[in-house]
Each structure stands twice: as structure tokens, then as C-alpha cells.
């Protein structure tokens, strides 16, 4: 599993050794339109806003979910039964939990347009010895990001000051959070590991880093209106990942994604901010950024499947490989097929469709904020393309975006990082 920080995947490494936490883990102006979802009722009548049911009883039916979430517009997926139980509660689907999520975040964010007064007043940030480590812990933070996501540390270099080290401080924090079931000590991590690294979460939201790392988040999230949620939910994920090997179907993976990967859109806005003249919603926004995160994690998946199975695990929907033909075996066995090629259209035409919303996002960014986000979505949708290029052989052959490629992406998305700046000033003359 890697996760996707500000849409950029991080590989995997000895990080750990270079930033020391697995001991001390082992040690102790927007409005938000909130009408996404459209249902089309079998056996109940629901009120005209889809997130208001009317107050009735209820037994055991169920019914069809006809999703308009903008991050699943137009994507085909397999129907989806909820169940109403006899006490009248009523099953949540994972795209309805993630986007409860989307919009407490987005109305944080309006709360704080509105008026800072209204921004929640958090302590002063106490640093475990002489308080200007703080300063060299966002310039380790630097380093991190330099080190071990290049194409993107260099376009968070157009950001201001501010916005720039703050996009270090999470970026090092998601990847040390990675580390704790994806790197070389992932062996020894346990559900109490996870826990102690989510209660360090709290401390630090709360102004009490554990160490300089954390003090350089901590000061982070007391400037910027990042909510803590994403953060535990991006930990809920690594929990996932030490007892869960098989997703029975597309909604269980979407939610897996989203723990993983699509929490970084969430973490990750509140510091980019929207561009002032942008008329898109704050909600909106924020769903792109889900989208992309979500495009990503899926690339991950669709480029690892043969390295997964050789640790005896399945990041595909169990029952849409069923309708295929394909059994795990199938895939443990590593053939390239004609039913493994039409399984793989599909899987990368979803993945696509994700990247095609995402897009409408990141214009609406400010402007010092665009380019890094433009190289890495550019970047890995190649990523799909190689693994068309490879005949869908992604058992044996990982897909990889070339060094000449990756160089020919960043003009390219410089040009497109300018779009929305330049359509602005041809409306000016």
C-alpha cells in the first residue's frame, strides 16, 4: 500500500531511520451545496433534500442508490444495497461517510472567509527544548520532500513561505504514518502502535508535539483551518491495511482509497487555498481534491497488482473480478489474458474518470499553488497509459513514468497552472 501525499505517491524506504519515531511509537465567501446525493426509493418516501429522511419507522427493506457525488459522476458501478434496520437506522455508504467529511472541512474553511474572529483560537506551540528548533524542523521537513518526491517538492517552491512549509510539515507526517505498516519496521507495528501514533495526533492538535517533526505540523494546523478528521481517518486506513487483504466490492475500496489517499486532498487544501476570484464552491473544491487523491490511490493499485499478490493480497473489487471470470489465483498466477485485459480497461477507465474531476479542482487553486498539483495528476495519469503500453502486464512489468517524460510534464503543467491567471487578465483588458 502507498499512499498518495498531496497527489503524489510516496515510495517506499528506510524514511524511518531518518527521522526516528518508530521507537518512540513502540514507547508510548463559498457556499456549500450539500445535494450530491439523488436515491430512488423501492419501498420509502424521502423529504425533497436527500440528506433529510422523513421521521418513520421502518423494517428491514432496501433500496437502489443512484449516486451524483461529483467525484462518481459518470462512473459505472456495481449496485449497491443499503439496509434500513427495524429501529429506523439506516446503513451508511462509504461515499456518504467520506463526504460528511468533505463538508465539515469545506465549512471550517467558510467559517474562516467569513470572518477570522471566527477561526477556533488553539495554544501556542511548545517545543520540546529551545523554541527555534521550530524553523529547523520545517527545513527538515524540506529535506524530506526534497528527497523523496523531487517533481513536487520543486513546484511547492513557487508557494509563498508560509504555504510552502506548511505543505512539507503534512507531506513528512502522511509519509512517517506510512512508514509505520509500509516500511522496514512494519513487521513490528501493532493496533496499539497506531494507537499511541493516533494519540500523539490529538497532542499535537492540541499544541503538545511529541517531537520537532510533530511541533512543525502543530504549528501548521494552528495557521491554517485544517480540521483533524482526515488525519485519524488516514490512520484508520493504515489499520485497515493489518487486517484487511480483500475488498468484496468497489464501495469497501472507494472508502480504503479515501483513508489512504484522499484524506491528503482534505489536509491538504486548507494550505493551498482557492484562488480569490474563483466562483466554484469551497465544497466543490474540496471534492476535486478527493478525486484526485482517490485517481491516485486507484493508479497505485491498478500499477502494483503483481508486487500486492506476491504479499498475498488483492486491492481489487472481489466481485467485480468475479463478473470477469477471474479468481485470486488467477492473479496469483500472473497470466495476461484476454479476460484480465477487458477487467483492466475497465479498472483504469474508472480511475480516468476520477482524474477527469479532479481536473476541474485544480483551477480553481491559487495561483502559486497549481503547478505542483498539475505535474503530479499529468504524472500519473501517464501512469495508466504505460500500463496500457505494457499489454495491462502488470504482474510482472511495473508500470513507470520515464525521467524524459517526467521532465517534458513540468512545462506543461506550468502553461496549465497559468490558465485560470491569463483567462482573468484577458477578461481585464
Not at 161 to 176: D, H, L, Q, S
Not at 333 to 358: C, L, P, S
Request: aromatic share 10%.
Amino acid at each position: 500500500m502507498s499512499v498518495a501525499l498531496l497527489w503524489v505517491v510516496f515510495p517506499n524506504s528506510q524514511l524511518s531511520r531518518y527521522i526516528g519515531f518508530i521507537d518512540s511509537v513502540r514507547d508510548g465567501n463559498r457556499l456549500i451545496d450539500s445535494s450530491r446525493f439523488v436515491y430512488r426509493a423501492r419501498r420509502f418516501m424521502f423529504n425533497s433534500r436527500p440528506n433529510k429522511y422523513k421521521k418513520q419507522k421502518w423494517n428491514s427493506y432496501s433500496f437502489d442508490i443512484d449516486f451524483r457525488h461529483p467525484c462518481l459522476r459518470g462512473i459505472n458501478l456495481p449496485e449497491i444495497t443499503m439496509v434500513a434496520s427495524t429501529a429506523g437506522e439506516m446503513a451508511v455508504t462509504s461515499v456518504e461517510k467520506v463526504y460528511s467529511v468533505v463538508l465539515k472541512q469545506a465549512a471550517l474553511v467558510n467559517r474562516q472567509l467569513r470572518s477570522t474572529a471566527e477561526r477556533d483560537v488553539k495554544p501556542g506551540i511548545v517545543l520540546p527544548g529551545n523554541l527555534n528548533l521550530l524553523s529547523e524542523a520545517y527545513d527538515r521537513c524540506g529535506e524530506v520532500c526534497a528527497e523523496y518526491a523531487k517533481t513536487f517538492y520543486l513546484g511547492t517552491l513557487l508557494m509563498t513561505p508560509e504555504r510552502r512549509k506548511a505543505i512539507w510539515a503534512i507531506y513528512v507526517w502522511c509519509r512517517r504514518t506510512d512508514e509505520l505498516v509500509d516500511g522496514p519496521n512494519a513487521s513490528h507495528i501493532t493496533p496499539t502502535a497506531l494507537d499511541r501514533w493516533e494519540s500523539r495526533l490529538e497532542d499535537l492538535f492540541q499544541g503538545r508535539p511529541f517531537d520537532m517533526l510533530d511541533a512543525a505540523l502543530a504549528d501548521t494546523v494552528a495557521k491554517f483551518p485544517v480540521d483533524i478528521q482526515p488525519f485519524r481517518d488516514m490512520i484508520e486506513g493504515m489499520r485497515m491495511d493489518l487486517k484487511k487483504s480483500r475488498y468484496k466490492t468497489f464501495d469497501e475500496l472507494y472508502l480504503y482509497c479515501y483513508y489512504v489517499a484522499g484524506t491528503v486532498g482534505l489536509m491538504s487544501v486548507p494550505v493551498m487555498g482557492i484562488a480569490p476570484e474563483s466562483q466554484a464552491t469551497t465544497e466543490s473544491v474540496y471534492n476535486a481534491a478527493l478525486a484526485l487523491g482517490i485517481a491516485n490511490q486507484l493508479t497505485n493499485i491498478l500499477r502494483d497488482v503483481g508486487e500486492d499478490a506476491r504479499r498475498g493480497r488483492v486491492y481489487l473489487p472481489q466481485d467485480e473480478l468475479a463478473q470477469a471470470g477471474i479468481s485470486d489465483e488467477d492473479i496469483f498466477a500472473g497470466k495476461v489474458t484476454d479476460k484480465w485485459r477487458n477487467f483492466m480497461k475497465n479498472q483504469i477507465k474508472r480511475a480516468r474518470m476520477f482524474f477527469d474531476e479532479a481536473e476541474k479542482g485544480v483551477t480553481e487553486l491559487s495561483e502559486a499553488s497549481r503547478w505542483p498539483v498539475w505535474a503530479s495528476l499529468l504524472l500519473y495519469r501517464q501512469i495508466l497509459d504505460e500500463i496500457e503500453a505494457n499489454d495491462y502486464n502488470n504482474f510482472t512489468k511495473r508500470a513507470y513514468v520515464s525521467k524524459v517524460n517526467k521532465i517534458a510534464a513540468l512545462p506543461i503543467s506550468y502553461a496549465r497552472s497559468l490558465i485560470r491567471s491569463s483567462r482573468k487578465a484577458l477578461a481585464e483588458v
